[in-house]
T-cell receptor, first 111, second 115 residues
Framework: AQRVTQPEKLLSVFKGAPVELKCNYS??????LFWYVQYSRQRLQLLLR??SRESIKGFTADLNKGETSFHLKKPFAQEEDSAMYYC?????????????FGAGTTVTVRA | GAGVSQSPSNKVTEKGKDVELRCDPI?????LYWYRQSLGQGLEFLIY????????KSGLPSDRFSAERTGGSVSTLTIQRTQQEDSAVYLC?????????????FGDGTRLSIL
């Protein structure tokens, strides 16, 4: 079974400070990892995926297979980054298409 | 519309009643997913459609839950004899095709409250 753990329910940082959201996973195969974000009164949307290896809105996430982690980082948080963030896992190169989500981390960026 | 559309946006009903939730995916998206977001449970997968068939119903919590999709487009999730533990936000997502290389696009969800 696949499992995604986000140990922090709440994260509060000051504007301009670095922010890191932790995500650990357990899966025996080759996972694909995603970060989804939900801003206030908006729908859930894809932020980034490990396979793309890109930076979105200043956020990056590196898949560390040794530590089974996919932490989300941003060096300088902005107030508009305040949102709920979900880490999710799906199986790479198979028909196992459904996403398994972590419990989510609520990020508040204070001025 | 440009995105996944779900209706109703809110539904309040009495315990024991049946409810029907609707999802209109992005045009051309063949894969459709239902998830449930409840307090303390996070986001849980319910069912997946590829076209009109549902190869994976493993997430449906009980036989009171069923879903169908017609014409490869609109899907309805039906909950019979609702219970209070069914209260949650039901999310629908669609993607271009089955597989992990196609991101899932989510709707706004239906907030279901069982009294």
């Amino acid at each position: 079974a696949q499992r995604v753990t986000q140990p922090e329910k709440l994260l509060s940082v000051f504007k301009g400070a670095p922010v890191e959201l932790k995500c650990n996973y357990s899966y025996s195969g080759s996972p694909e990892l995603f970060w989804y974000v939900q801003y206030s009164r908006q729908r859930l949307q894809l932020l980034l995926r490990h396979i793309s290896r890109e930076s979105i809105k200043g956020f990056t996430a590196d898949l560390n297979k040794g530590e089974t982690s996919f932490h989300l980082k941003k060096p300088f948080a902005q107030e508009e980054d305040s949102a709920m963030y979900y880490c999710a896992l799906s199986h790479l190169s198979s028909n196992d298409y459904k996403l398994s989500f972590g419990a989510g981390t609520t990020v508040t960026v204070r001025a | 519309g440009a995105g996944v559309s779900q209706s109703p946006s809110n539904k309040v009903t009495e315990k024991g009643k049946d409810v029907e939730l609707r999802c209109d995916p992005i045009s051309g998206h063949t894969a459709l997913y239902w998830y449930r977001q409840s307090l303390g449970q996070g986001l849980e997968f319910l069912i997946y459609f590829q076209g009109n068939s549902a190869p994976d119903k493993s997430g449906l919590p009980s036989d009171r839950f069923s879903a169908e999709r017609t014409g490869g487009s609109v899907s309805t999730l039906t909950i019979q004899r609702t219970q209070q533990e069914d209260s949650a936000v039901y999310l629908c997502a669609s993607s271009l095709a089955q597989g992990n290389n196609q991101p899932q696009h989510f709707g706004d969800g239906t907030r279901l409250s069982i009294l």
